[in-house]
């Protein structure tokens, strides 16, 4: 029979012996050393095939209830030596030294095996003053990797008006805070240097208002509307560099000054002169023929408090008109006469509190111009410029919110509406916002976009790894942070494609909302992705609505995570976060059910701590069904409590997830209300123990 004379629908329906089924690579181990030693994947990067090995090597043992009351855990340091604890009071900082995932080198039986068996308590550095507290959610490492950052918060007393440093400060944050930044170094456990900022309002939770890059920290000062910029030396001192704000330059304030100095010498000398009447920024009050105009000439426009408060500039003579009535600007000209009015509206004062209005300050005036010079370049027959002169109020209002270090010299900052700033992250997602990218440098504003542009979109799709990745990136090649995003990983960026497909035939949604719900992790927080092996899309496959990279809880689930291998789609392991028995804290693997019901454990029947939150036993592998005597609903995550034998109350678990960097082994902490936290470790043990 010709070949050729076979038909399409022949191939199909006639199995041919000569085509194989489709072969599935080999996960073990063994094969993966021997394709290593065999150079079989020299086309994929080091780093890459390095990882692929975790396909083989993972945690198939949990440990349940392990005893940590003394410190809230954190976070593992990018070296993977060191584990980063705070104690309950808030007021210490503990460094533990990581001995291995192995465990204690003495042959011991697993259920046995606790916290001091893992982890070693190097130093205890206690915070030196007494009203300080330290956030738990705030600790970063610093490129080198020889020290970290911890962050401690003091409540203030004073009102909004005792943090006005600029003219351009905010003056509706009412509960403002005294924050100081401690270095502390890993070796030695000793502070090195702290930065304090009083009297302001910065988001440190998940490390929000704080950006990291290379040697250089930026912290956002929102009360201020500024962003301070230091530089970290290898010792660990802290060398302020410049605020960007109300300044520009570097040496802005020092041109000012000397102009001011100027001015009033040139004041003494006309004052001095008895012919002369009194003069006042450089005019004469008495004159009612003045030239407004030559009065412009010698106006200070100052920037920075005075040092003589009776000669000090109007600080509202820069603010944004209104239409409560007439313009501030011509209202503050006509009352230069009155010398009263001058001592009341000085710098260092009180100030313009006229709800509507908005001092413009250094870096939006560069915001403003930039708008202004975009709308008069476009060709569509003004209808840009007046838009632009219609939003201008709302432009204005403007106030910096976020920011990060794209490079050395670049940062995006993140413009939104005050509401936004001051309000609950959650209300801030769909808010019409501005992303605008600064040089430092040059000062001058390169783009700006808005929360729904596709422009930008497209852009961080491309080059997330800019945004996300640049942790470590002064550590060497070999310590680089590495995660997964929308441009180096295909499954990660399909889930971006998932999740704007649903904000877009979703009620109430669109292209817009899809725009701003995948935009709204702009800017990115430092060191908030977690570059285990095991958080890696193109490895595993995972339900990340339990479990992700990100340091964020998660809600809690009493079914196993399950983790598929992404080649061949095979169940590799499993996470336990509770017994699968519903043992309490103490208990060993099999428990034994009461008459009543309630599993037995170390406070006997229906004793403290409750059935199904944590044990102290071990679950080897993966199996043993769950105990349909707990008070556990299996659906939800939510639990059913009794406390001090009242009613029954039913709350939420959640649970945060702590990864070595390169071992098999991983902290689960799960948090519950009114419960005392539950500490698990999931290692790996050799397969000749499991049985």
């Not at 519903?582 to 034994?592: A, I, L, R, V």
């Not at 059910?593 to 037995?600: K, Q, W």
């Not at 039913?650 to 960097?661: D, V």
């Amino acid at each position: 029979m010709d070949p050729m004379d076979t038909s399409m629908e022949d191939v199909l329906t006639c199995p041919d012996p000569y085509i194989p089924p489709p072969r599935r690579p080999k996960q073990s181990l063994l094969a993966s050393l021997r394709s290593r030693e065999l150079g079989l994947n020299r086309r994929r990067s080091p780093v890459i095939e390095a990882r692929r090995m975790y396909q083989s090597i993972y945690p198939n043992t949990t440990i349940h209830g392990v005893d940590c009351h003394f410190s809230n855990l954190k976070r593992f340091t990018p070296c993977g030596q060191y584990l980063i604890g705070m104690s309950k009071n808030q007021r210490s900082v503990h460094i533990y030294r990581f001995k291995g995932s192995g465990g204690p080198s003495t042959p011991r039986p697993i259920d046995g095996l606790g916290f001091k068996d893992f982890f070693e308590l190097q130093h205890e550095t206690v915070v030196l003053k007494e009203a300080e507290m330290l956030s738990k959610d705030f600790c970063l490492v610093t490129a080198n990797g020889l020290h970290i950052i911890v962050a401690a918060v003091t409540p203030c007393t004073g009102g909004p008006s005792d943090g006005r440093s600029y003219p351009c400060s905010l003056n509706c944050i009412s509960n403002l805070d005294t924050f100081v930044f401690y270095v502390i170094e890993l070796a030695t456990g000793k502070i090195v240097d702290k930065r304090e900022f009083k009297n302001e309002h910065i988001t440190i939770s998940y490390h929000s208002g704080v950006s990291l890059y290379d040697s250089l920290f930026a912290v956002m000062l929102v009360q201020s509307q500024a962003i301070q910029i230091i530089h970290i030396k290898n010792n660990g001192k802290l060398v302020d560099l410049h605020r960007i704000g109300w300044f520009n330059h570097d040496d802005d304030e020092l041109e000012l000054a000397r102009y001011r100095d100027f001015n009033e010498q040139y004041i003494a000398q006309r004052s001095n002169s008895t012919s002369a009447p009194y003069y006042h920024n450089g005019f004469s009050v008495k004159d009612d023929d003045y030239d407004a105009r030559i009065k412009d000439r010698f106006d200070v426009f100052s920037l920075a408090p005075s040092a003589v408060p009776e000669f000090a500039p109007d600080a509202s003579y820069h603010l944004v008109p209104t239409n409560s009535g007439a313009t501030v600007g011509a209202a503050s000209r006509n009352m230069q006469a009155h010398p009263s009015y001058i001592t009341q509206i000085s710098y260092g004062q009180s100030h313009h509190d006229e709800p509507h209005s908005q001092t413009i300050s250094g870096i939006k005036q560069r915001l403003m111009t930039f708008l202004f010079r975009k709308a008069f370049n476009a060709n569509d027959g003004g209808a840009a410029l007046r838009q632009f002169h219609l939003t201008f109020q709302q432009l204005a209002s403007l106030v910096m919110w976020r920011m990060q270090f794209l490079d050395e010299s670049t940062m995006l900052i993140k413009f939104g509406k005050l509401d936004c700033v001051i309000g609950r992250p959650a209300d801030s997602t769909f808010q019409t916002a501005f992303f605008v990218i600064y040089n430092i440098h040059t000062t001058q504003i390169q783009e700006v976009y808005d929360n729904a542009s596709e422009d930008f979109l497209r852009i961080y799709e491309s080059y997330a790894d800019q945004f996300c990745a640049i942790a470590y990136s002064t550590a060497g090649p070999h310590k680089r942070h590495y995660s997964s995003t929308c441009s180096n990983n295909i499954y990660t960026k399909d889930l971006l494609r998932k999740t704007q497909f649903g904000m877009r035939h979703a009620r109430n949604g669109g292209s817009a909302q899809a725009v701003k719900r995948s935009l709204c992790v702009l800017p990115v927080s430092p060191q908030s992705f977690s570059d285990s092996p095991y958080f890696d899309l193109s490895l595993f496959s995972y339900d990340e609505k339990v479990i992700s990279a990100t340091d964020r809880q998660r809600p809690c689930q009493d079914f196993p995570i399950k983790f598929y291998l992404r080649d061949s789609g095979e169940l590799k392991f499993k996470i336990q976060l509770f017994h699968p028995n519903g043992g309490t804290s103490g208990s060993s693997f099999m428990t034994t059910s009461m008459p009543g019901g309630t599993p037995e454990g170390v406070g006997g029947p229906g004793g403290p701590g409750g059935p199904g939150l944590g044990g102290g036993g071990v679950v080897i592998g993966t199996g043993g069904p769950n105990n349909s005597n707990s008070y556990i609903n299996n659906n939800s995550n939510n639990t059913i409590t009794n406390t001090n034998n009242g009613p029954l109350l039913r709350s939420k678990r959640f649970a945060t997830f702590i990864a070595h960097p390169t071992e098999p082994f991983l902290i689960s902490v799960i948090h519950q209300h009114l419960q005392p936290v539950t500490v698990n470790f999931h290692i790996r043990i050799p397969d000749s123990d499991l049985v």
